[in-house]
C-alpha cells in the first residue's frame, strides 16, 4: 500500500474515502470516468473510452504495480465520484518525471473533491525522491482547472496552441503545467 486510506468532507460536509484504486473498482470508475467525460474537459471521446474499457483492470494494475505509480479514488457510500493518477515511463530520460490525470464525476464537481485528491497525491509526490516533475495538460477553457493547479505550484510551461478541434470545429488551446519538487 503506497498511501493509507483517509477520511476528507466535501464543500457539503459529506464524508468522502481516498484511497488507491482496486481492481474491484474498476465498474464504478469507468461509470465516474464517462460522467466527467460528458464535460468537455478531456481529450477523448465515450465511445474511444469504451473501446479503451476492454484493459481497464489492467490499466489499474499499472499504478498498484508501478513503483511511481499512484491511482487514487475519491468514494462516496461505495461509488466512485472522482479519481487522480500520476503515471511515469521507465525510458531512461524521463523517468524521473510523471504525468497527472484527473476527474472528478459531473455530479460532485465544485465540491473540493478534486483538489483533496491532488493534494493527498502531491504530499505522496514530495515524499518520493525520485520524482522530480509532475506535469498534466488543461485546457485553456477550464478556468478552474488552471487556477487550482496554480495554487497548488504548477506553473505554465507550454501551450499548444488549437491542440483541441470540437466537434463544432472549433479549437482550444492545450497548456502545459509542470510543478518541480527538486
Keep these: 500500500m503506497k498511501i493509507v486510506p483517509l477520511k476528507i468532507k466535501d464543500n457539503l460536509g459529506r464524508l468522502i474515502t481516498i484511497r488507491e484504486c482496486e481492481i474491484e473498482d474498476s465498474e464504478s470508475l469507468q461509470s465516474c470516468v464517462k460522467s466527467y467525460l460528458r464535460s468537455g474537459f478531456i481529450p477523448l471521446t465515450e465511445p474511444e473510452f469504451s473501446e479503451m474499457a476492454k484493459t481497464h483492470t489492467d490499466w489499474i494494475n499499472k499504478f498498484k504495480n508501478g ?49 483533496e485528491l491532488l493534494k493527498i497525491l502531491l504530499s505522496w509526490v514530495d515524499k518520493n525522491a525520485d520524482i522530480e516533475a509532475t506535469w498534466l495538460q488543461v485546457f485553456n477553457t477550464n478556468q478552474s482547472a488552471l487556477k487550482l493547479y496554480a495554487n497548488l505550484g504548477f506553473e505554465k510551461t507550454g501551450v499548444q496552441r488549437k491542440f483541441i478541434k470540437t466537434k463544432e470545429g472549433s479549437y482550444i488551446d492545450n497548456i502545459i503545467m509542470t510543478r518541480y519538487t527538486q
Excluded: P, S
Design 67 to 115: 513503483k511511481n505509480d499512484l491511482l487514487l479514488v475519491a468514494e462516496y457510500k461505495g461509488e466512485i465520484v472522482g479519481n487522480v493518477d500520476l503515471m511515469f515511463t521507465e525510458r531512461a530520460m524521463l523517468k524521473h518525471t510523471g504525468y497527472i490525470g484527473m476527474g472528478i464525476h459531473e455530479d460532485w464537481q465544485g465540491q473540493g473533491i478534486g483538489t
